[in-house]
Nanobody, 116 residues
Framework: QVQLVESGGGSVQPGGSLRLSCAAS????????MSWYRQAPGKEREWVAG????????TYAESAKGRFTISRDNAKNTVYLQMNSLKPEDTAVYYC?????????WGQGTQVTVSS
């Protein structure tokens, strides 16, 4: 059974940091590119960051560049999103996604709230 389980969300003040984790099981994690998406209330889901499976190439949305870092540990079947200098507009449910040829899996999401 394929599972992606996000954790690490919570409430933080502006300027704070959070580290999200997404633990994968039920598929060959090292063969999948991984991404983080987010969805704020009343808005469409948007891509935040991605990391390839082999060369570990990372890419970021403009809103995440310089503040967020995506990484993965293939030995632990886990992808991370380190988020620094958080802003109120980063408030959203954050989802991880696994993609390979012909397959895509989503996690259930973890809430991040940035508020003073």
């Amino acid at each position: 059974q394929v599972q992606l389980v996000e954790s690490g969300g919570g409430s933080v003040q502006p300027g704070g940091s959070l580290r999200l984790s997404c633990a994968a099981s039920g598929f060959t994690f090292s063969s999948y590119a991984m991404s983080w998406y987010r969805q704020a209330p009343g808005k469409e889901r948007e891509w935040v960051a991605g990391i390839t499976n082999y060369y570990l190439t990372t890419t970021y949305a403009e809103s995440a560049k310089g503040r967020f870092t995506i990484s993965r540990d293939n030995a632990k079947n886990t992808v991370y999103l380190q988020m620094n200098s958080l802003k109120p507009e980063d408030t959203a449910v954050y989802y991880c996604k696994a993609v390979a040829a012909g397959s895509a899996y989503w996690g259930q999401g973890t809430q991040v709230t940035v508020s003073s």
